[in-house]
């Protein structure tokens, strides 16, 4: 677990010294990996200029928005590389969750384990998937999540808290819905599928986010009430509350959620 000492060697040693892994963070997928591809965006997508003002105005309870360059995590980046983070955490024990329905079993691994062997391209015959995500145990992570810089947006009222999360390509997250927040990817590609509250999205609550790309999505796309937009790295999604949801990784990806609460 990193203390702040070891955070500013880290910073010294994968900023400075080893700079040139910047640009996949050595989280790298294979062309043969990629179970599935980038999609579509009819999201609507802003920059950084957007203020507060019209955040509330326009997006906060009414809609989703793709936000560009309104952060900059160039440090976080950095300390999310592969060799940093299994520098920092590959001894600690993480607990891998169920995203789907099928079991609400959990199971605990070391964080060097799921990295070398359960970060790997999900099959489309796979029941459901496990990864890294939501379960963290801040007072590890504490170190690492204190230097990630948050949305500059607010919601009246409401406090925020993180998640951080590593998945393999093809991995996800099948329709839900909860309060708002954004999600912002650090590493990779993430496609992100919503429907406005009270819109059915139709699917199987024991099956997998690829699942459903793979054999309910050619039937859906189109469809004016399904919004969808593929994230890169830097790039921030907010989710208004109560909209249903779905992800699917297409690279390996590093992510963090800002979930906001009343």
Known sequence: MWTKQDIIIVIYIYVVVSAEHLENGEWATKVKD????PGPCNIAVRDGSLTQEEFLNTYA???PVVIKGATDNQLFQSLTQRSALLEGYGHTTIRLSSANSYSYVKRDISFQDYCDHHIHPQKLSALETFYFFGDNNHEEWQALLELYQQPPYRLPQHTSALSFGLAGPGTGVPFHFHGPGFSEIIWGQKRW???????NPSFHPNRTSLQWLMEDYPKKKGNSMLYECTLLPGEIIYFPDMWWHATLNIDTSVFISTFLSP
Do not use: D, H, I, L
């Open 193 to 199: 599928f919503m429907y406005p509250p009270g819109v």
């Open 61 to 63: 309870y009414t809609e």
């Open 34 to 37: 990629r179970v599935a591809q």
